[in-house]
């Protein structure tokens, strides 16, 4: 249970962690930004949250499934899931990580801040150590 609930603080760092941060002055409401990095802005607000919902789902399914359902089944389902919640779970955040390695990216506009900061990376570090800490304890260690 412990490996769920963090893979479940994961989750909600994803439904929540883009829309927060992105949907500000420094983002979407940027005078500054013209309309197609607005439209990344709003592309990667809507792939966090739609990650955020697929590992809310694989990290939950398999309790959901039916009393009839045969063990061998049940487990495979289960193994299956936190495979998949996992990689749901992380891969939004090593994306982030990578970003900066993209030519003229930074972790941060000029005007809020020195460019050659990355504050983003001890967050983005920790939210995807959270998922794979969830998910070995749930498949390694459990």
Sequence with gaps: MLGKALLTVDAIGLLLGA?????????????????????????TI??????????LFFTWR????????????????????????????????????AAVLFPGSAGIDPEFGPPETFPQAPVFTAFAGLAVLGWAYETLLH
């Excluded at 829309?19 to 592309?43: E, L, T, V």
């Design 19 to 43: 829309p927060i941060a992105d949907m500000s002055h420094s983002h979407i409401y940027n005078d500054r930004w013209p309309p197609h990095a607005k439209f990344h802005c709003g592309q």
């Design 62 to 97: 398999s309790s959901f499934l039916s009393r009839s359902t045969p063990a061998p089944v049940a487990a495979r389902v289960a193994r299956d899931s936190l495979h998949a919640a996992v990689f749901t779970g992380t891969i939004y955040w090593l994306a982030g990580l």
């Design 46 to 55: 809507t792939l966090s949250v739609i990650l955020g919902l697929g590992t």
